[in-house]
């Protein structure tokens, strides 16, 4: 299938910033996006999902922005703490299909 | 509970051995999959078990095999492995396994060497 892609491999940000990681996707027939996060030596963890005919949805302290016309999906994350150390994929699809992900982003934090 | 279990943590094996990988999940999901993941690399899906039945094969050498004895269960058998099979291997589960918006909840992995 068709693959969804991150700008970048790597993204350093200072402690108690905002973090923002960004994912573009080539399928324009997804209905569905997931990001998680995978620390090291860890399967990948849920942190939120959206549908397409969103393009807002908060968790806590996560926000994931979908904007359907450029095929752009977004993470951000308040307040970056150093548990949030790990890499973060984006995924589409889902259900009987499975789970197409994207490069993935290393996110560091700086103290 | 989004918990799901695979066994063992680390496997180490030659490449004329025989072991098999397991997964478990108690959250009644009926959709189980088997994803590969190499070094700094996304994971890529391997096999899809839709209501205990084999759904979706991407393409996997016939040196791994998945069976799924019941809802809970899935396993990989795995033979005659070659060293660039190793990687870290990781189930997941999901509610239904109709339509593609249902989350996917993985377990921790098997970390796979072969020699």
């Known amino acids: 299938g068709e693959s969804v892609g991150l700008h970048l491999p790597t993204l350093s940000v200072q402690e108690g910033d905002n973090s923002i990681i960004n994912c573009a996707y080539s399928?324009?027939?997804?209905?569905?996006f997931i990001w998680y996060k995978q620390e090291s030596g860890k399967g990948p963890q849920f942190i939120i999902d959206?549908?397409?005919?969103?393009d807002k949805r908060q968790g806590q302290r996560v926000t994931v922005l979908l904007n359907k016309t450029v095929k752009h999906l977004s993470l951000q994350i308040a307040a970056t703490q150093p548990g949030d150390s790990a890499v973060y994929f984006c995924?589409?699809?889902?259900?009987?299909?499975?789970?197409?992900f994207g490069k993935g982003t290393h996110l560091i934090i700086q103290p | 509970d989004t918990e799901v279990t695979q066994t063992p943590k680390h496997l180490v094996m030659g490449m004329t051995n025989k072991k098999s990988l397991k997964c478990e999940q108690h959250?009644?999901?009926?959709?189980m999959y088997w994803y590969k993941q190499k070094a700094k690399k996304p994971p890529e899906l391997m096999f899809v078990?839709?209501?205990?039945?084999?759904?979706i094969n991407e393409s996997v050498p016939s040196r791994f095999s998945p069976e799924c004895p019941n809802s809970s269960l899935l396993n990989l058998h795995l033979h005659a492995l070659q060293p660039e099979d190793s990687a870290l291997y990781l189930c997941?589960?999901?509610?239904?396994?109709?339509?593609?918006?249902?989350?996917?909840?993985f377990g921790p992995g098997t970390r796979l060497t072969v020699l």
């Open positions: 997941a589960s999901s509610q239904v396994p109709t339509g593609a918006t249902d989350t996917q909840y």
């Open positions: 399928n324009s027939a997804s209905d569905y």
């Open positions: 959206i549908r397409s005919n969103m």
């Open positions: 995924a589409e699809g889902g259900g009987a299909d499975g789970l197409t």
């Open positions: 959250m009644g999901h009926r959709a």
């Open positions: 078990y839709s209501y205990e039945k084999l759904s």
